[in-house]
T-cell receptor
Framework: SQTIHQWPATLVQPVGSPLSLECTVE??????LYWYRQAAGRGLQLLFY??????ISSEVPQNLSASRPQDRQFILSSKKLLLSDSGFYLC?????????FGSGTRLTVV | KNQVEQSPQSLIILEGKNCTLQ??????????LRWYKQDTGRGPVSLTI?????NTKSNGRYTATLDADTKQSSLHITASQLSDSASYIC???????????FGQGTTLQVKP
């Protein structure tokens, strides 16, 4: 069966520090992968999606970037975090019609 | 503009009672509508998924309905339990773009 792993679960980082969140999927090949952000009391906002290795589409301009170095690995990064980057980050994968989310990372930038 | 709106924003009920959450959408055409349950600090977990041709789908004590003519869906929770306390998110997939459009969710609190 397919599973999705996302880590870390929580992260507290100072302003200006780098960021790397990792997401891996097991049990499937060439999945579509997504990064979402969920601000408190708001809906999920799609940040990036990838349909294959090295293929990244950005939905909104921001301080973050994504990479897909391997088929089942999706990484969310930042060179210098801003206070506004705080939030709950979710990785997801899809294989029509299923759409499965990871357990999320709570990022607090201080 | 494709939108998904949920109501109420929050809801408090007593354990054992039933409740119904609403979802109105303007996404057209759409390929499917999903309901997710999201516990605090966790990722959303799928409850039901319905295509435009389906009217109802059940998953244990959760029953989702869909009226594609009025563009409305509801999620009915029967005999609520404390563990039902969570946010419930309605998500519609656009047939044109393939993208998911998320509602802002309904926060349900079940009290003993």
């Amino acid at each position: 069966s397919q599973t999705i792993h996302q880590w870390p679960a929580t992260l507290v980082q100072p302003v200006g520090s780098p960021l790397s969140l990792e997401c891996t999927v097991e049990g499937t090949s060439n999945p579509n992968l997504y990064w979402y952000r969920q601000a408190a009391g708001r809906g999920l906002q799609l940040l990036f999606y990838s349909v294959g290795i090295g293929q990244i589409s950005s939905e909104v301009p921001q301080n973050l970037s994504a990479s897909r170095p391997q088929d089942r690995q999706f990484i969310l990064s930042s060179k210098k975090l801003l206070l506004s980057d705080s939030g709950f980050y979710l990785c997801a994968w899809s294989e029509v019609p299923e759409y499965t989310f990871g357990s999320g990372t709570r990022l607090t930038v201080v | 503009k494709n939108q998904v709106e949920q109501s109420p924003q929050s809801l408090i009920i007593l354990e054992g009672k039933n409740c119904t959450l609403q979802c109105n959408y303007t996404v057209s055409p759409f390929s499917n509508l999903r309901w997710y349950k999201q516990d605090t600090g966790r990722g959303p977990v799928s409850l039901t998924i319905m295509t435009f041709s389906e009217n109802t789908k059940s998953n244990g004590r959760y029953t989702a309905t869909l009226d594609a003519d009025t563009k409305q869906s509801s999620l009915h929770i029967t005999a609520s339990q404390l563990s039902d306390s969570a946010s419930y998110i309605c998500v519609v997939r656009s047939s044109n773009t393939g993208k998911l459009i998320f509602g802002q969710g309904t926060t349900l609190q079940v009290k003993p």
